[in-house]
C-alpha cells in the first residue's frame, strides 16, 4: 500500500502501530490454577487470581506459579534395619498456599528453585530418616506405617513454608532377590501355618458344637424324666388322698360299707340261704339232670 497516496502521514501511522502493540501489551490472562505475579522492572509487586488482567505496557512482566496439586517423586538408596541394601521410590502430593504464592517468589524465585532447594531435599532426608527404622519384611508387609512415618517427618520439615503436605506413597521398594525370596518363602510358611491353625479351630468348634448338642439331648431327657417322675408322684399324691377320704367316710358311715358292696355286686343271687346252725334250708341251684 502507498502511503503517500493515502494522505496519511508516516508519523501518523507510527502512533497507531505504537498504541495497538501497547494496548496488546497492556493486556494478559492468568490461566486457571495458577496465581500470577506482576513484575515491574524484574520486582515482584502484586500477586493476581486467574482471569483477565491490564498492566502497564512494557514496565510490567507476569510470571505463573502453580497452585494445584504438584507431584515430586524421589528415588533413592539406603539401607534397614538389619543393614539390608534398599532402593526406594517415594512420592509426595503437594499444593503451594494461594494467598503466599507472592512471598514464595519474592524469596525463591519461582516453583523450581523452590522445589529444588527446599523441598526435595527434605523430602529425601524425611524419607531417610524413616527407612532404617525397618526392618525388609516389615518395610514390605507394612508400608502403610512407614508411609505415615515419613509423612510425620516431612509435615514437620515444611512446616515454616507456605505449601501443605497432600499425600505421601511409597512407589517401589527394591532388595537383593535372594533376600526377597527368603521372605517369600517365609510368608508362605506362615500362611500354611495360619491354615493349619484355622482348621484345627474350626475342628474345635464343630467338636464343641457336638458337645454342646449331646448336652442339650442329655439335659432334655433329664426334664422329661423329672416331669414324668413329677407326675407319678403327684398322681399317687392323690390317690393317697383319696384313698384316706374314702376311709376316713367309711368309718364315720357304715351305711357306705352296703353302698359299696352294692357298687362291687355282680347281679347274682347268693346259690345258698343258710339259718342260724348253718344247714342249708334252700337249695336255689338247678338240680342236675
Do not use: C
Not at 442329655?218 to 374314702?246: F, H, N, Q, Y
Request: aromatic share 4%; charged share 30%; proline share 4%.
Amino acid at each position: 500500500m502507498n502511503v503517500e497516496k493515502l494522505n496519511v502521514p508516516v508519523k501518523t501511522i507510527a502512533i497507531v502501530v505504537a498504541a495497538v502493540v501497547a494496548g496488546m501489551n497492556s493486556v494478559y490472562t492468568v490461566n486457571e490454577g495458577h496465581i500470577g505475579i506482576v513484575k515491574r522492572f524484574s520486582e515482584a509487586k502484586e500477586q493476581v487470581n486467574p482471569g483477565l488482567h491490564f498492566k502497564v505496557p512494557f514496565i510490567d512482566s507476569v510470571e505463573e506459579i502453580e497452585v494445584r496439586t504438584r507431584k515430586n517423586e524421589e528415588k533413592m538408596a539406603s539401607s534397614t534395619k538389619e543393614q539390608m541394601p534398599v532402593t526406594i521410590s517415594v512420592s509426595v502430593n503437594w499444593t503451594v498456599d494461594k494467598t503466599a504464592a507472592l512471598e514464595l517468589f519474592r524469596q525463591y524465585g519461582g516453583l523450581s528453585q523452590f522445589e529444588s532447594r527446599i523441598l526435595d531435599p527434605r523430602f529425601r532426608s524425611a524419607t531417610k530418616d524413616v527407612i532404617p527404622q525397618y526392618d525388609a519384611e516389615k518395610l514390605i508387609q507394612d508400608r502403610a506405617s512407614a508411609i505415615q512415618a515419613i509423612e510425620a517427618n516431612f509435615i514437620e520439615e515444611m512446616r515454616d513454608f507456605p505449601v501443605t503436605v497432600d499425600n505421601i506413597q511409597i512407589e517401589n521398594i527394591k532388595l537383593p532377590a535372594k533376600y526377597l525370596t527368603s521372605i517369600e518363602t517365609k510368608q508362605t510358611e506362615k500362611n500354611l501355618a495360619d491354615a493349619e491353625k484355622h482348621k484345627l479351630a474350626r475342628q474345635n468348634l464343630e467338636a464343641q458344637r457336638d458337645v454342646n448338642t449331646a448336652k442339650a439331648k442329655a439335659d432334655g431327657i433329664k426334664l422329661v424324666a423329672i416331669a414324668e417322675a413329677e407326675s407319678i408322684r403327684i398322681k399317687g399324691l392323690a390317690e393317697a388322698e383319696a384313698i384316706t377320704a374314702k376311709a376316713k367316710a367309711l368309718g364315720n358311715n357304715p351305711l357306705i360299707v352296703k353302698l359299696t358292696e352294692a357298687q362291687n355286686w355282680d347281679g347274682r343271687l347268693p346259690a345258698t340261704v343258710l339259718g342260724s346252725g348253718n344247714m342249708p334250708i334252700l337249695d336255689m341251684r338247678n338240680e342236675k339232670k
